[in-house]
């Protein structure tokens, strides 16, 4: 197989992995909604290309963090369907982090977001 084909085929892995997380896992499209929704007020309030950076950083954190969350699941599970108090706890912190991860979108959100609605209002 040529390097290229080894490329190609990596890709192909990473779209199964998106394909398994829209068709399992309703929080990683509740995330991806909200993705979509910050880019159109983004578009519809004219944010600035510096508030684009944050508003990406922020939205590819959670979905990132979400996906990784997923991956442990998947990997606990296979490891033991039985209940373990460790692989709770992994799963846990795990979630923890999704949820770290959306508190400090919201936080830049509110921040990119909140002059121009104010400016909206007045």
């Not at 199964?16 to 910050?38: C, E, K, M």
């Not at 922020?58 to 606990?76: D, S």
Request: aromatic share 10%.
């Amino acid at each position: 197989m040529s390097a290229l084909a080894a490329r190609l085929r990596s890709f192909a892995y990473a779209f199964a992995g998106l394909r398994t997380l829209f068709a399992t896992q309703p929080n990683f499209r509740i995330h991806a909604f909200a993705a979509v929704a910050v880019a159109a007020a983004g578009w519809a309030l004219r944010v600035t290309l510096a508030d684009w950076l944050w508003l990406t950083a922020a939205i590819a954190g959670v979905l990132v963090t979400e996906a990784l969350n997923t991956a442990l699941e998947f990997l606990a599970d296979a490891v033991s369907t039985d209940h373990h108090p460790l692989i709770g706890k992994a799963k846990d912190c795990a979630a923890a982090a999704v949820l770290l991860a959306a508190l400090g979108a919201v936080v830049v959100g509110l921040l990119v977001f909140g002059p121009h609605l104010l400016a909206l209002r007045g």
